[in-house]
């Protein structure tokens, strides 16, 4: 099975941006825990922004898009630092992909991007792909991949992926009581059902950030997993049972 699993902010780092070691290690060795048991895996991550707030001294994510590159410069290095150490470890070697929208957009950068990807899957080495921050300007246009939640939908259809798995810090979608729904079939009339969270002052993303990759992801065949990232067991998502909220792919 090929799958994609993101991570967000607020589930691998602390209040003040710092990474939160026993939360990266955990998830590390979920990771591959699904390495070892014969998926692809590509792993998406947020965290980077964050890292550098902290490592700044910032009290939050910077509305200047030049400080936000600064953070992102700083923070990327001790981020990748962090999960080149931990899948070592676990004898895993990992590769760095940071992609803006115009990899996907132009047809040409997009199959150097699939290839990359391929080649490194293959070789039993984990991807890990973020936004390149330091040199996007997208936010300025209201375009950004929304926390890497867009971004991994983008990377689960590029690479055909079976299943993408977005980890956030809630225990998957809730209703408006606050109560975790299950399963999800049908994604008509999902944004009034849903009481969206709100996204957290280091971080860029939300609940709306997901569910809009959730309808790409779902309308191009790919089974889809919200749960929460702290929590979750990615072993009981890809093994089939009730974790978080599912949403079953159904290719048009």
């Not at 132009?106 to 290839?115: F, L, Q, S």
């Not at 980890?167 to 998957?172: A, C, F, I, S």
């Not at 399963?183 to 002052?201: D, N, T, Y």
């Not at 309808?215 to 089939?240: M, P, W």
Request: hydrophobic content about 45%; some cysteine; proline content about 2%.
């Amino acid at each position: 099975m090929r799958i994609v699993v993101k991570v967000g902010t607020h589930a691998i780092a602390k209040k003040t941006g710092r990474p939160d070691y026993p939360a990266l290690r955990r998830l590390v060795e979920q990771l591959d825990e699904i390495l070892a048991a014969g998926n692809e895996l590509v792993f998406v991550s947020s965290g980077a922004v964050a890292a550098g707030v902290e490592a700044l001294g910032l009290d939050a994510r910077p509305a200047e898009l030049a400080d936000v590159q600064t953070c992102a410069a700083v923070g990327q290095a001790r981020f990748i630092y962090e999960y080149e150490k931990l899948f070592a470890a676990h004898g895993v070697k990992i590769g760095q992909l940071l992609l803006t929208h115009y990899d996907f957009e132009e047809r040409r950068r997009a199959k150097n991007v699939k290839a990359a990807l391929e080649r490194l899957m293959k070789s039993s080495i984990v991807p890990i792909v973020n936004e390149n921050d330091v040199v996007a300007d997208e936010e300025l246009k209201g375009s950004s991949f929304g926390d890497n939640d867009w971004l991994s939908f983008l990377i689960a259809k590029l690479v055909k992926a079976d299943m993408l798995i977005l980890l956030t810090t809630v225990d998957g979608v809730l209703d408006a009581n606050g109560k975790r729904i299950a399963q999800i079939s049908s994604l008509g009339g999902l944004s009034r059902l849903v009481k969206p969270g709100e996204k957290g002052k280091l971080s860029k993303g939300g609940m709306d950030s997901k569910l809009r990759a959730v309808k790409a992801a779902v309308k191009s065949g790919i089974d889809v997993y919200v749960a929460n990232g702290r929590k979750a067991s990615l072993r009981a998502i890809v093994a089939g049972k009730s974790v978080g909220t599912f949403f079953p792919g159904s290719a048009l």
